[in-house]
């Protein structure tokens, strides 16, 4: 298989439409019942060698503990229990209401009683519509969703191979299905005030000083696949300080600023990990020593802490 192979959103966005709505309505179910982490980190899906996983939850309220995983490679949705029982249903075929009414039915076959505390979609431009009444979306294509998790386990690991390089705090590399995007992010140590008048879900995200990387596949703002990256809160000058490889951009964002190379500008090139590596490393470096963070002490080379061990290599 192609490193990096492509996927337009053009040829796609039906389906991409479709299925991050599935994915809110399974996102949903995970955060109502998975114990809350520090920046929302128990809320993301991550992946597997088929798809993604919610990865276990459940196991309060009378509720077994239960996982829930995407197949796209068979492109079928599993709840199984712990105490046994598997429930499963094809992908395809499905409007965001039957997919929300046989996941809901799945789950209470294997004794799991859930209930969506919001069942619209969150951040969309239908989020004023409820799942079960979504018959609009209903388009799934096996052959560009399975595209979808082979560039989104490809960029896994990329970023696992990024994450590898600091020891400071960092989150796992996650999928989120409010944004679509797969990330990693870096903290500093330092509290920032986001204020009453900010949502929750943004003042815990950026309850400390962060720098993010990532990728998109694309949306009607940003229409191609594109690799990211931010810091937040931005610090002065951050957006006039060059980024590598010269084909990166500075985006404005309202009053902030986003790092962006194009996917399809990468590659094509014998060298794309390294270049989108260091595309990310440019950006790290230079918020990083803007806002002041001790690079050389959370350098953590090839993923190595131990003292002897560096010596040795």
Known sequence: MDLF??????????????????????????LANSMRRNHWWNVPFHLTGRGITTRPMGGTHGNPVFTIDFDFVDH??????????????????????SFYRETLNALGAIGAAVAIADPYPFGLPDAHRPFADDTEHASYDPFWVNRYWQVLSQINLLLEEFSAGFSGKISPVHH???????????????????????????????SREVISSGFWFGDDHFPRPTFYSYAAPEPGGLAERPLRPTAARWVAQGSSHLATLNYDDVRGSSHSRGIVLDFYESVYRSAAGLDGWNIDRRACPGGVTDPLASRKA
């Open 76 to 97: 079928r949705l599993t709840a199984y229990s712990l105490e046994g029982p598997t429930v499963s249903f094809p992908l395809a075929g499905h409007s965001v209401s």
């Open 5 to 30: 192979p492509a996927i337009p959103l053009s040829e796609w966005k039906d389906s991409k439409e479709t299925l991050h709505r599935f994915t809110q309505i399974v996102g949903k179910v995970r």
């Open 176 to 206: 989120f299905w409010h944004t679509f995007d797969i990330a990693v992010t870096r903290f500093s140590d330092r509290v920032v005030d986001q204020g009453a008048s900010v949502d929750p879900v943004t003042r815990e995200a950026y």
